[in-house]
C-alpha cells in the first residue's frame, strides 16, 4: 500500500487545475483533499496521503498543505517552483491514484468553496464527530471509513 505525502497530492492537483486553465483556492485544496483521502479509503481501502487531517472551524484541513498555501488567502494557487523553471516536475503519482484523484477534481472543482465547505460539514460524519472534540481534533482513516460505511 503506497501513500503518499499530501504536499505532493497538492502539487498534482494545482498542475491539474493550471493545465485545465481552472481556479483552485487553499480552501477549495482543502475539502478536495479530504474528499480524496474518502474516496481512497471508499475504493482501495486506505488513504492516499499519510498526513494528518484535523477537523478546523471551516472543515477538515491538512495542516502540512494548508500552512505551505497559507500565504495565498483566497487567491488562485501557483506553484512558484514550476514559474520559475523549465524542468517538468517528476511525475511520482501512480495511475490508479490519478484517477482517484482527477475523478474528485472532475466532480468537485466547480463547487463554490463554501458549497465544499457543507459538503463536508455532513452531520455524524468524520469532521462533525471531530470537531465536537475540540478545534483541530485529528480526522483519521477510521472516521473516514466509518462515515462511508454510514453512507454518507
Known sequence: M?????????????????????????????KILFFIQKESIRKRGYG???????AWQYGPVVPDVFYQFAGFGAMKLV????????V?????????????IEGILREYIH?????????SHVSNGAWANSISMGEKYPI?????????????
Open 88 to 100: 517538468s516536475p517528476k511525475d511520482i503519482i501512480d495511475d490508479q491514484s490519478k484517477e482517484i
Open 48 to 54: 492516499i496521503f499519510s498526513n494528518r487531517i484535523e
Open 111 to 119: 463547487v463554490s468553496p463554501w458549497d465544499l465547505v457543507a459538503k
Open 140 to 152: 483519521t482513516d477510521q472516521d473516514i471509513s466509518y462515515e462511508i460505511l454510514k453512507g454518507l
Open 79 to 86: 506553484l512558484y517552483e514550476d514559474l520559475f523553471s523549465d
Open 2 to 30: 503506497l501513500k503518499y505525502d499530501a504536499l505532493d497530492i497538492a502539487k498534482y492537483i494545482i498542475r491539474w487545475c493550471d493545465k485545465n486553465k481552472l481556479r483552485i483556492t487553499n480552501l477549495q485544496l482543502q
